[in-house]
Every structure is written in structure tokens, then in C-alpha cells.
């Protein structure tokens, strides 16, 4: 089985300027919780992929922009802090983590160094908007993520 993240406007975004999500409710992690351990107690483990980093604007716009412009596309990057909800994915690994068979798969590495969510990576447009990944850069992905989920559900 595997979960591939929650939709983005089901999550309080971070407050401003802060590592700190604006709530991640107990309600949330309860049901998060249930869910895994029903499916583990079903004798399923499952994958829960995290979200990818998501921009305030719509990538493919900005880039085009920038591009029009005679700009560098990566004006178009994110800060890390705003982009990649570190502190969300961290509540959200604990509680994968407490539940027998299911695991926690994290790419926020193929989009992000330290600092820096990037819009081009390996010459490829990362984003078809905000959140959606452009289908070419989806494709290098591709051995990743089946490495991890292969290595995880079977």
C-alpha cells in the first residue's frame, strides 16, 4: 500500500518566517495513526511518500517569465523554510514511524539542498504549477521512488 501525502489545502500552512506549522492537530495525527494501524493490523505495510516542496507561484508561469525577461529561471526558487513544511513531515514521520510496517519515504533531497527548493534540476523544469510535477522531471524520479517503495512494501 502507499499514500502519497495529503492534499496541500488539508495542512495549516507554516506561520510566517517560523519552522512551526501553524497546527498540526491532534486529530490529524490520531487519524494518520488509525489509518496506518488499521492497514497494519490488515498485515499490509504500507509507504507514505511526503510531499513534495510546493512554490507560492505557479513555477511554469515564473519561469517563462524570467526566461522572457533574459532573467535566470532560478529567481523562480524557493527558500527551503517556505517551500518544504520540514516541521509537518516531521510530525508526520513519528507517527509513521510508531506504527509496525509502514515507513516513511522523503525526496525533498531531489528538489532541495539546504537552503534552496530549486525549479530546474538536471536541466529539467521541476513544476507544472505550484505542486505538480512537470511530467519530464517526474520521469528521473521514476527509478527513486520505485527503488523505495519496492524496499519498503514488499
Known sequence: MV????????????????????????DGRAGLHATLTAFSQAGLKVAVIRDVPFSDDHVDTCVARALWRGEKPSLCDQKRAEAANDANAAVE??????????????????????????????????YRDQHHLATAFAETLEPAVEKAVVERVR
Open 3 to 26: 499514500i502519497s501525502e495529503i492534499a496541500l489545502d488539508s495542512l495549516d500552512k507554516m506561520s510566517a518566517g517560523t519552522q512551526a506549522p501553524v497546527s498540526q492537530d491532534a
Open 93 to 126: 514521520r513519528n507517527v509513521v514511524r510508531a506504527v509496525p510496517g509502514a515507513s516513511y519515504i522523503d525526496l525533498t533531497s531531489q528538489f532541495c539542498d539546504a537552503r534552496t527548493c530549486h525549479v530546474f534540476i538536471n536541466g529539467k523544469i521541476a
